[in-house]
């Protein structure tokens, strides 16, 4: 018999599932309460249900969990976890405190089959796609079972989000639905999907959006992400522009600052005519972290890169990495600890 997992069920499915084994609805309530409200997922410490019906959930559905692997703490506060997961392969999330704002950033695939140039994750490959429930469970391992707070989640981990669109459509409902998070608080950060785009601006929760530019100069672009090959960046401003209408919102343009590669006067002229209406955008500059065996190095023109963009009219900020020093940061995932 094939057992359904718990974390894939909706509350009609848990009602549907104990009214079949002759207890009355209310007590699928108690179990979505004990498993959504109170994280906890192991049967035998939901002790107000009978004890019957205990031993039937852990008989006949399946509660698979992340087996954590390794953890890695950086001198800033920041965690890394790299999972064993429950349907195979390994993938890391990090945990970012600051200040009074807790970030996880979680993965959506195993590995990732882009391959851009400066990330060390593109280098693995795509091994699988992760499940709905995989994804969840990443926020949901750190909040309950770590016990670690959580305000935020970015999906700027392991693997390109819009090319697992259902699962980690899936995994947002999760986090809005039963881990009660704000979608303000959830932002999704592509390399530009124009479909995936388009798909995400017609739904009603207003998640953020965060894309991944790196160069509005078509052949530098295409050097740093295959995947600009085969997509313009017309159709991803197309589809970005569709979404700021639709949404009556702004997207986060991500832009890692490389040296004598894309942090130029040419290159910052390029990106302030990328963002004309009706695309709305703010830019959050990012600086690199080195990856051994990538050629890459931060860009010493940090400032006046940004100056010259905000002299253009652009909002533009300098985001810092956190956990660079355990190969936590943005680009750094590998499934390696240090
Ligand atoms: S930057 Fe994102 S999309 Fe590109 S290879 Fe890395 S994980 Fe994949």
């Not at 939901?46 to 703490?73: Q, V």
């Not at 740093?224 to 085969?230: F, G, S």
């Not at 990538?294 to 010493?300: A, D, E, I, V, Y």
């Not at 652009?314 to 990495?321: K, Q």
Request: with cysteine; hydrophobic share 40%; glycine share 8%.
């Amino acid at each position: 018999m094939v057992r359904m997992i718990l974390w894939e069920l909706s509350q009609e499915d848990l009602e549907n599932w104990v009214v079949s084994k002759g207890y009355p609805k209310y007590r699928a309530h108690q179990i979505w309460g004990w498993v959504w409200n109170k994280g906890v997922s192991y049967p035998g410490q939901m002790t107000d249900l009978p004890l019957r019906l205990r031993e039937k959930i852990e008989e006949e559905l399946s509660i698979p969990h992340l087996a954590l692997w390794h953890e890695a703490i950086s001198r800033d506060g920041t965690r890394k976890f790299l999972w064993h997961m429950p349907e195979g392969g390994s993938i890391e999330s990090v945990w970012m405190p600051h200040s009074n704002r807790y970030t996880v950033c979680i993965s959506s695939q195993v590995g990732c089959s882009l391959n851009c140039q400066f990330c060390a994750t593109g280098r693995l490959g795509l091994e699988r796609q992760l499940k709905g429930y995989e994804i969840l469970l990443q926020v949901y391992t750190i909040k309950y079972i770590l016990r670690l707070p959580v305000t935020h989640v970015v999906f700027m981990g392991m693997g390109e989000p819009l090319l697992n669109y259902s699962a980690v459509m899936e995994a947002m409902e999760g986090l809005t639905s039963r881990l009660r998070m704000s979608p303000r608080r959830i932002t999704l950060s592509t390399v530009g999907i124009p479909k995936g785009i388009l798909r995400l601006a017609g739904r009603k929760e207003p998640f953020e959006l965060a894309f991944s530019l790196h160069s509005a100069i078509p052949a530098k672009r295409q050097q740093l992400i295959p995947l600009a090959a085969h997509i313009s960046l017309e159709e991803i401003r197309h589809a970005l522009a569709i979404y700021c209408q639709k949404r009556r919102d702004w997207v986060t343009l991500e832009y890692i600052l490389l040296d004598g590669i894309n942090d130029g006067k040419e290159d910052a002229e390029a990106l302030l005519a990328f963002v004309r209406p009706p695309l709305y955008a703010k830019v959050n500059l990012l600086l690199y972290n080195p990856v051994q065996g990538l050629p890459f190095k931060p860009s010493s023109r940090v400032v006046s890169f940004q100056k010259q963009l905000l002299r253009g009219g652009l909002i533009t900020t300098v985001r810092r990495s956190r956990g660079v020093d355990i190969g936590a940061g943005c680009g750094q995932l590998a499934r390696q600890f240090i």
